[in-house]
């Protein structure tokens, strides 16, 4: 075996301390490499984060928008129809009947042009107010469109039970005039009922019934009420109150 002189061993000695050094610094690098990557992992997931929150909350926002309305915050014709159907459904196990009260606001056109688009929102919220407030809260009180608003109702009774919500309906909502900036609104309502199941058996047939007899008493003189299976005979004018 050769034996290294002393020479030779600070050689291979300064040889080793280099490899050493570049081993450090290569190293270093690595680290400092793997330290990066990790921020800029946190900082995409940071942002995915970000991102699914803003997506759920435009989810909410959407689903918001599509289940209630803007102006009144009631159910817009989607939810109606949900509950409708739910209703049906428990309408039919216990046997109970349900009524559908079609609701028009009478001349709100001559509102709109006379007071303007702000004073006839301000008037179509009072109106949404009214109408929560004169039924039960197991009740859903809906906005189609417009100035068209319904209501559906569990009536253990049937028929007798929508009457005399209908007449609350009228006394609640049009006792009171509405109190804009610049004047005073007096209300009328026109309000046309159907009765499942004797007028129909789905949601869209009975909604339809019901407007055909809230428009024959809009026709007539407005502020009244009338049910589908009277059209052959007189309708039922809001009692003097």
């Known amino acids: 075996m050769k034996i290294m002189g002393n020479k030779e061993l600070k050689k291979q000695i300064r040889i080793l301390q280099r490899k050493l050094a570049r081993s450090e610094e290569s190293r270093a690098l690595i680290e400092e490499a793997l330290e990066s990557h990790i921020r800029a992992l946190s900082v995409s997931n940071a942002e995915l984060v970000r991102s ?41 196990r216990g046997k109970s009947p349900l009524a559908v009260l079609f609701i028009d606001v009478d001349n709100f056109k001559n509102i709109n042009d006379t007071f303007g688009h702000d004073a006839g929102d301000a008037v179509l919220q009072e109106i949404g107010s009214r109408l929560v407030s004169s039924v039960r809260d197991i009740d859903t009180v809906a906005r189609l469109s417009g100035d068209e608003f319904v209501v559906l109702l569990e009536t253990p009774n049937g028929r007798p039970d929508a009457e005399h919500v209908a007449d609350r309906i009228l006394s609640t909502a049009t006792k009171q005039p509405v109190d804009l900036q610049t004047a005073t609104v007096t209300l009328s309502l026109s309000i046309g009922v159907s009765l499942y199941p004797s007028d129909g058996s789905a949601p869209d047939e009975l909604l339809k019934k019901a407007d055909i007899a809230m428009y024959t008493i809009k026709k007539a003189h407005g502020n009244a009420w009338a049910f589908f299976e009277d059209l052959q005979g007189a309708f039922q004018e809001c009692p003097i109150r």
């Not at 803003?54 to 309305?69: G, R, T, V």
């Not at 939810?79 to 309408?91: D, S």
């Open 52 to 92: 699914h929150h803003f997506i759920k909350s435009s989810e909410e926002k959407f689903k918001q928008l599509a289940l209630y309305d803007a102006l009144t915050q009631l159910p817009t014709r989607t939810l109606f129809k949900e509950r409708f159907e739910m209703a049906m459904l428990h309408a039919n």
